[in-house]
């Protein structure tokens, strides 16, 4: 059974604080997709990466998919409250456990 | 572009009971997901639908949940009785295959159904 397993579950930060967080298995997947989800409403696609060692940059944030294709990062820089929301890392249709962040003003 | 409708978007029923959610996918969307997502958990996938044929339900609990796409367009999640287990977020999510293959494709999600079952 394929399991995507994220850290740190919750994080809470002050804004314009750099933060990364990770998303594991012990399963190689063909592609990882990375989503943001906000209170009351579905999740949004963030990007998809798909060949190892692969960085992908999206303004602030910053997606990197492991060389074996078993992992990946998501490092946001300068973090700000719109930032605010659970992040979910995906891969060939399962979800990982998700990330709560929270950025204080 | 109008997204991915669902209702209704809150919906308390006692165990035992039946409920049913509705989703209106993006048009021309062939693929169409539920998904499960429990609080403080990640979503998980229920059942895909690609047109109006099943391509996956080995999560759907079949004892107790169905689905239906009929015409290919819109959807029911049909849950009968429902236990307490089963409160959650039911999301719905379609997407326009690709040549990668569907779990490279874009998902795009509707708001949920946010169910409580007492």
């Known amino acids: 059974t394929q399991l995507l397993e994220q850290s740190p579950q919750f994080l809470s930060i002050q804004e314009g604080e750099n933060l990364t967080v990770y998303c594991n298995s012990s399963s190689v997947f063909s592609s990882l997709q990375w989503y943001r989800q906000e209170p009351g409403e579905g999740p949004v696609l963030l990007v998809t990466?798909?060949?190892?060692?692969e960085v992908k940059k999206l303004k602030r944030l910053t997606f990197q998919f492991g060389d074996a294709r078993k992992d990946s990062s998501l490092h946001i820089t300068a973090a700000q409250p719109g930032d605010t929301g659970l992040y979910l890392c995906?891969?060939?249709?399962?979800f990982g456990t998700g990330t709560r962040l929270q950025v204080f003003p | 572009e109008a997204g991915v409708a669902q209702s209704p978007r809150y919906k308390i029923i006692e165990k035992r009971q039946s409920v049913a959610f509705w989703c209106n996918p993006i048009?021309?969307?062939?693929?169409l997901y539920w998904y499960q997502q429990i609080l403080g958990q990640g979503p998980k996938l229920l059942i895909q639908f690609q047109n109006n044929g099943v391509v996956d339900d080995s999560q759907l609990p079949k004892d107790r949940f169905s689905a239906e796409r009929l015409k290919g367009v819109d959807s029911t999640l049909k849950i009968q009785p429902a236990k307490l287990e089963d409160s959650a977020v039911y999301l719905c999510?379609?997407?326009?295959?690709?040549?990668?293959?569907?779990?490279?494709?874009?998902?795009?999600f509707g708001p949920g159904t946010r169910l409580l079952v007492l």
């Open positions: 999510a379609s997407s326009i295959p690709g040549l990668a293959g569907f779990r490279q494709e874009t998902q795009y």
């Open positions: 990466v798909v060949t190892g060692g």
């Open positions: 995906a891969g060939e249709l399962i």
């Open positions: 048009s021309g969307h062939a693929t």
